[in-house]
């Protein structure tokens, strides 16, 4: 069984989209996922599945979107995915809750950064379907336009070290 990472996008986030991470819990189990955990209340949940990303991406959307009257969006990646984004991040300098990382649901095209408008200094890098974006004053007050981020759903690195560091556990069956 493969130990997948799913990110909730638009859940749990200013009062929208609301989802206690026991009901988060319990569509996954009820999906017959196993060993689920969910981590912290912004919509991360880990678990093992038998059934190719995208297939387990497309039902939990679904059985979520039941739940809430609309789908969130889903974006779901393997343990194995998730050790390559935080191996992967640049901006070694960047301190990691100014980092984030956009996971987007599919690759976007070479040129999604060309039109990014930094007006405090941020900068972007692309690698297959995230985006990671530097906020040196971090991205509560940014005013960064970004068209490519809007699929998409945001961790700091931190949050993301840490699912990779549960994702790896998991596997290892704690």
Same mark, same amino acid.
């Given at each position: 069984?493969?130990?997948?990472?799913?990110?909730?996008?638009?859940?749990?986030?200013? &009062? =929208? @989209?609301?989802?206690?991470? =026991? #009901?988060?819990? =319990?569509?996954?189990?009820?999906?017959?996922?196993?060993?689920?955990?969910?981590? /912290?209340?912004?919509?991360?949940?880990?678990?093992?599945?038998?059934?190719?990303?995208?297939?387990?991406?497309?039902?939990?959307?679904?059985?979520? @979107?039941?739940?809430? &009257?609309?789908?969130?969006?889903?974006?779901?990646?393997?343990?194995?995915?998730?050790?390559? /984004?935080?191996?992967?991040?640049?901006?070694? #300098?960047? !301190?990691?809750?100014?980092?984030?990382? $956009?996971?987007?649901?599919?690759?976007?095209?070479?040129?999604?950064?060309?039109?990014?408008?930094?007006?405090?200094?941020?900068? =972007? !890098?692309?690698? &297959?379907?995230?985006? $990671?974006?530097? $906020?040196?004053? &971090?991205? @509560?007050?940014?005013?960064?336009?970004?068209?490519?981020?809007?699929? @998409?759903?945001?961790?700091?690195?931190?949050?993301?070290?840490?699912?990779?560091?549960?994702?790896?556990?998991?596997?290892?069956? #704690?």
């Amino acid at each position: 069984m493969t130990v997948f990472v799913a990110l909730l996008r638009a859940v749990n986030v200013g &009062g =929208a @989209g609301s989802l206690p991470m =026991a #009901d988060l819990k =319990a569509i996954c189990e009820g999906l017959g996922f196993s060993d689920v955990k969910t981590y /912290i209340q912004s919509g991360n949940v880990l678990f093992r599945a038998d059934e190719a990303e995208k297939a387990v991406e497309e039902r939990l959307d679904e059985a979520i @979107g039941k739940k809430l &009257g609309k789908r969130p969006g889903v974006m779901v990646r393997s343990r194995k995915e998730l050790d390559g /984004i935080v191996d992967d991040a640049p901006f070694p #300098d960047a !301190k990691p809750n100014f980092l984030l990382v $956009y996971f987007l649901p599919e690759k976007p095209p070479g040129d999604a950064l060309e039109k990014m408008v930094a007006p405090d200094g941020e900068e =972007a !890098k692309l690698t &297959g379907r995230e985006i $990671y974006v530097h $906020y040196p004053n &971090g991205s @509560g007050r940014s005013k960064l336009k970004l068209q490519a981020l809007k699929p @998409g759903t945001s961790r700091n690195l931190n949050t993301v070290r840490k699912l990779a560091e549960m994702a790896a556990a998991l596997e290892d069956g #704690d």
